[in-house]
């Protein structure tokens, strides 16, 4: 079992940046795969991005390019830093964490955070 705790969400106007953090206790951490997910108003909570222990990762598509997730063992945090920003990224930002290969379904995390409020105005 891994503790998550997000925090840095906000406002932003469109064009901005945010960085997001989630900080991880719990012995386990290191061999956790973690991911962001997002949840809009009315919407299902759905895949952002995802790193594995080794540091491999993978985005969902409207956020290649803008999103990076990174990850310091040192200092159990995952990281997800977000560019030119939009109002569609608007949603509550979830770090989450498993034990299998390549998810990106919200049943195949059993660790969640609380949660960090995103919103984007144009």
């Known amino acids: 079992q891994v503790q998550l705790a997000e925090s840095g969400g906000g406002l932003a106007q469109a064009g901005d940046s945010l960085t997001l953090s989630c900080a991880a206790s719990?012995?386990?951490?290191?061999?956790?795969?973690m991911a962001w997910f997002r949840q809009a108003p009315g919407k299902a909570r759905e895949f952002v991005a995802r790193?594995?222990?080794?540091?491999?990762?993978s985005y969902a598509d409207d956020v290649k390019g803008r999103f990076t997730i990174s990850r310091d063992l040192a200092k159990n945090t995952v990281t997800l830093q977000m560019n030119s920003l939009k109002p569609e990224d608007t949603g509550v930002y979830y770090c989450?964490?498993?034990?299998?290969?390549?998810?990106?379904?919200?049943?195949?995390?059993?660790?969640w955070g609380q949660g960090t409020q995103v919103t984007v105005s144009s």
């Open positions: 790193v594995s222990p080794g540091g491999t990762t």
């Open positions: 989450a964490a498993t034990n299998i290969y390549f998810a990106t379904a919200v049943g195949s995390y059993d660790n």
């Open positions: 719990g012995r386990s951490f290191s061999s956790r795969f």
